[in-house]
């Protein structure tokens, strides 16, 4: 396996609480991993505890074969996303997709190629100097990932980003994220209460319940899991597994349009 994301035996309490009991998981590079389970059984914990947002009681955190779990957030290679896309609401477009860049003090024409080249691949071109107020949801959304993209992560970590948009633009979100995310090889988890988006979305899977997580090396493994929920999306999963790709599924259509 190409090193990419490995977690080994974390464990977190609150309160005395067990929320992650001993959860390992591996991501090859490039590969994405879905995680689903029932709202408070870990799989935000989970993310936070991988990104350094907080502090775990036991476990290692492998990153292309580096050990970070001992590193400050900003020394990990890694980067968190959660539900909204918080951007610098006094910068532009421009200024949101170089913040990352300036703070690691890159020459200025080093940033201002890699913005340039961001706009073009995240479909925002002549939108640099716009404010985010002004933005679409997913609009908001791709200039957030861009800012991720800019420097260059070894692992991304999606904690339901795409949740608050409305079907469309979150089948355009996916769509473009598995492009951009396969073209640059990210190592990727993702956390999704969508059983459809995990289906689209993941090259491995995760079931998480109170605190555990099994894992499944593939879709069909998945799909054959007790307590996936497949079974009863199986016309989905069928045209899934039946189609040309699932790149020409629902993720697909339509990724290339801009948001409304």
Known sequence: MIAGLDVDGMSKRF???????AVSLSVPRGELMAVLGPSGCGKSTLLRGIAGLIAIDSGTVTVAGRRVDHLPVRERGIVYLGQEPLLFPH????????FGLRLSRRPAQEIEDRVR??????????MERRNPADLSGGERQRVAFGRALAIEPAVLLLDEPFSSLDAMTRSRMQGLFRRVARRHAITTVLVTHDLKEALVMGDRFGLMQNGRLLSHPDRAAFAAAPGSGVAAERAFWDLLDTGPSAQSGPAARGHGDRDA
């Open 15 to 21: 309160d005395g609480r067990p929320v992650l009991d």
């Open 117 to 126: 080249q961001l706009v073009e691949e995240l479909g925002l071109p002549g």
């Open 91 to 98: 910068l532009d477009v421009g200024g949101n997709l170089a």
